[in-house]
Structure formats: structure tokens, C-alpha cells
């Protein structure tokens, strides 16, 4: 019953972001108006250039969902808004947080794009950014498996596949050589309650130490990865 209940949600979420990649709301025309030109963002092809994690700095307790994706001219628009809940107020910290885009149709997987992010913020104002992606050149990835990508030259996006309510957390990431990282994920609480779906999970990292574009990821605790390594591509 569990294995129906997993393929079932798994379907969900696939077309969900489907549905969200292939959304036709307006993007923003130009920088400006009432956006703030402000916006840094990161980006990272994910899954063999299926995917793209955008990377956007802000509250830990809000952290942004996809309200909109449309293709213009040939390049990316995308819309994030801040997620808050109804009586919770944002966490007054400032971290690196990861939001999963699909590829849109009339977007070649890992093609090189331009990518322009507006971003709704929880306290209600609108920031605006813009990066781009080179083509991606990495290995090809299996459907629902890990994989990650660099950001810049010293923090990647690291995909994990699992319940929507209990992404996994970063406690540490170490380059014990220059070729490889060591992640530590935090362990979960022994009677952590997660759903029982199959989303895409994104984890921003960042590295401590020299290391090379070719590294490679192992992973320890937190139970959120296998055995082996990621190439981080």
C-alpha cells in the first residue's frame, strides 16, 4: 500500500511542476517600475539540465515557491513568491535558499538561457534579478536520483528526492581533498511525522575549504542519500 501511495504522489508532483513550468504568467517587462533592482540570484542546472535550482538570499522560515514560469524571447522568466504562514512572522536571518525550477517547454534541457527572477517577498515587496546558465555538460542522471550542480566557485545546489515536509538540512560540507566533499545533513528527529509524497528536494551548500570543479559529494548522516558519490556537475 505505502508503494502505491509513494508513485502516486510522485506523479503529483512531477505534474505539478509540469504545470508550474509551463505557466503563462506575465513576467516582468524590464527591470524597475516598482521592483527593487536588487535581487541577487544564483542559478544551477540540476538532474541533467532538466531542472534548474535558482539560489536567492533571505529568511530561512520563508522560503520561495514558484507562482510563475513563462519563456520570452528566448529567455527565462521566472516568479518566485515568499511562502509565510497566516500567523507566522519571517525569521529575521539571512540565508542561501534553493527553489527547483523545471525546464519549461520551448527550452532545450541544459541549453545555455538567460534567466531574469522576480521575487515576492513575505512583507510584500518585489525584488528583481537576472543570471544565466551555460550549457550544460555533465554526466546524464536517472529519473529520482541525487545530483548537483554549481552555483559559483565554492557553493552548489545538491538535489535529493523525498517528502515535501521534511526536506533534509545541511549541517556541514568539507572538502577533504580538493576532488572530493564530505556533506553532513543534520539527523532528523527519531519521531519527525513527513508526508507521503515524492518532491524534488534542493539543498544550497556551501564549501569549506579549496576544491576542485570536478569534485565529487559523499554524504553523511541525515539517511537522505545512499551509499557512493555525486558528481557535482
Not at 534553493?98 to 525546464?103: F, L, Q, S
Given at each position: 500500500m505505502r508503494r502505491r501511495s509513494v508513485a502516486a504522489f510522485t506523479a503529483l508532483a512531477l505534474a505539478a511542476l509540469a504545470l508550474t513550468a509551463c505557466s503563462t504568467n506575465d513576467g516582468p517587462d524590464a527591470p524597475g517600475g516598482s521592483a527593487d533592482d536588487g535581487l541577487d540570484v544564483g542559478a544551477a542546472w540540476l538532474a541533467a539540465g532538466t531542472l534548474i535550482a535558482l539560489v536567492t538570499d533571505g529568511s530561512s522560515s520563508c522560503r520561495p515557491f514558484v507562482d510563475?514560469?513563462?519563456?520570452?524571447?528566448?529567455?527565462?522568466?521566472?516568479?518566485?513568491?515568499?511562502?509565510?504562514?497566516?500567523?507566522?512572522?519571517?525569521?529575521?536571518?539571512?540565508?542561501?535558499?534553493?527553489?527547483?525550477?523545471?525546464?519549461?517547454?520551448?527550452?532545450?534541457?541544459?541549453?545555455?538561457?538567460?534567466?531574469?527572477?522576480?521575487?515576492?517577498?513575505?512583507?510584500?515587496?518585489?525584488?528583481?534579478?537576472?543570471?544565466?546558465?551555460?550549457?550544460?555538460?555533465?554526466?546524464?542522471?536517472?529519473?529520482?536520483?541525487?545530483?548537483?550542480?554549481?552555483?559559483?566557485?565554492?557553493?552548489?545546489?545538491?538535489?535529493?528526492?523525498?517528502?515535501?515536509?521534511?526536506?533534509?538540512?545541511?549541517?556541514?560540507?568539507t572538502a577533504t581533498a580538493p576532488d572530493s566533499v564530505e556533506v553532513t545533513f543534520v539527523q532528523p528527529p527519531a519521531d519527525q511525522v513527513c508526508t507521503m509524497d515524492m518532491a524534488p528536494q534542493v539543498a544550497v551548500v556551501t564549501v569549506e575549504g579549496d576544491v576542485s570543479p570536478d569534485a565529487t559529494i559523499s554524504v553523511a548522516g541525515g539517511g537522505a542519500l545512499p551509499g557512493g558519490s555525486i558528481p557535482i556537475d
Open positions: 510563475g514560469v513563462v519563456v520570452d524571447g528566448g529567455i527565462l522568466v521566472v516568479t518566485l513568491k515568499e511562502s509565510t504562514g497566516e500567523e507566522r512572522a519571517c525569521t529575521d536571518d539571512l540565508v542561501q535558499r534553493g527553489t527547483v525550477v523545471g525546464v519549461p517547454d520551448g527550452i532545450t534541457p541544459g541549453t545555455g538561457i538567460d534567466i531574469q527572477v522576480t521575487l515576492d517577498g513575505a512583507a510584500g515587496e518585489t525584488s528583481f534579478g537576472e543570471t544565466s546558465l551555460p550549457d550544460y555538460t555533465g554526466r546524464a542522471v536517472d529519473e529520482y536520483t541525487p545530483s548537483a550542480g554549481w552555483v559559483d566557485a565554492d557553493t552548489f545546489a545538491l538535489l535529493t528526492w523525498g517528502s515535501s515536509s521534511c526536506a533534509p538540512q545541511v549541517e556541514s560540507a
